[in-house]
C-alpha cells in the first residue's frame, strides 16, 4: 500500500478515537474503492467530494473518507473491497468497473454506488436502469457505447484508406464488445482496425511497435481504467511516432493529446457523489434509478494537431465544444 493509503487509515482512526472521547457518535464514511492511484484519479474525487457537498456533505465535518486504490491490479481489487466490508464504511463509491464488480461480489448488504462508462444491465450489476434492485446504483456514463461518433472523427483527421490502431486492455471487462463495436463502426467508415492488446504498462513499447509496423495512421484509445494511471507514457509515445490519437476521457487532450469525444465525466462523478449523499440521508439504492448524464464534449487540441502535422478541418472544428490552443 503507498503511503497515502496508510495515512488515510491512520487519520480515519485519529477521528474515531477523538468522536469517541466526546461521546459522539461517529461521523458516516465513505469507501471508494479505485482501480487507479491518488495522482490519476485527482479530477474524478474533487468531483465527488462536490457532489457529497450538494447533498449536505463536507470531508470533515460531517463525512469522512476510506480511499482505496488497487493502483492498476485487478487482483487487488477483492481484498480491498473486503477491507471496507470489514471496516463497515456507510456505503462504497466504486470507480470503474472492475472496483464496481468486486464491490458487488464483496457484500450484498452495504450501499454501492458505481461511476463508469459502461453498462450496469449487461454487466449484471442491476436488474435495470429504473429499478436497480438490491444494494447497488450509480451513474453509467456509457462511454464504451460511442465509439462509432469518437471513430469517425478520428477518420476525419487521418489520411483516407489506411488502417487505424486500436489500444485495449485485455483484461477490462468490456475489451471484448468494445472491439466488436469498433470494428463493426469501421466498416461502415471503410476503415481497417488493427488491434494492438495492453495489459500492462510494460506493454506500451511492443503495442506500439506493432502499429508503427502496420502503418496505422491513427490510434483509437479504448476506454479503460489502466490507461488513466500510463497517460504519461501513452501520450510520449503518441507524440513519439506522430500518431493522431482518440480518447473517451477529456484529461487526455488537456495533456497533450488530439481529440477526446464522450460524456463530461466530472459531471458524472459529482452526480455519483450526489447519489452517495442521498444513500447517507436515507434512500435506498434499489430505489435510485441509474443515471445517465447528458453533457457530452468534444475536445481538440490545436497545439497538438501542429505537433503532428495536422490541419484540423474546419467541420471538425465547427463541432468541437472546446478547442485547446
Partial sequence: MRPIGLAVILTFSVLLAAWASEGQPPMPVVGVLN??????????????????????FV??????????????????LPTLAAELVRRRVHLI?????????AAKSATSSFPIVFVFGADP????LVASFNRPGGNITGVAFLVNKLVAKRLELLAEMAPKGKPIGMLVDPNNPNAESDVKD?????????????????????????AFATLVEKRVAAVFVAPNANFRIWRNRLLALMAQHKLPSSYSNGDFVRAGGLMSYGPDQADA??????????????EKPAELPVMQPTKF????????????GLTVPRSVLERADQVIE
Avoid at 35 to 56: N, V
Avoid at 64 to 75: I, K, P
Avoid at 200 to 206: G, H, T, V
Fill in 269 to 282: 462523478y459529482r452526480l455519483a457523489g450526489l447519489y452517495a449523499g442521498r444513500i447517507l440521508k436515507g
Fill in 121 to 124: 444491465v449487461e454487466l449484471g
Fill in 35 to 56: 482501480m487507479q492511484t491518488p495522482d490519476s484519479e485527482t479530477t474524478q474525487l474533487t468531483a465527488i467530494r462536490q457532489g457529497l457537498k450538494e447533498a449536505g
Fill in 93 to 101: 463509491v466504486a470507480n470503474t468497473t472492475p472496483p464496481a464488480i
Fill in 59 to 76: 470531508e470533515g465535518q460531517n463525512v469522512a473518507f476510506d480511499l482505496r486504490f488497487a493502483e492498476g491490479r485487478n487482483d487487488r
Fill in 297 to 308: 464534449e468534444f475536445l481538440i487540441n490545436l497545439k497538438a494537431a501542429k505537433a503532428l
Fill in 182 to 206: 469498433t470494428q463493426a463502426a469501421a466498416v461502415v467508415l471503410g476503415r481497417h482496425i488493427v488491434i494492438a492488446k495492453v495489459a500492462e504498462q510494460n506493454d506500451l513499447d511492443a
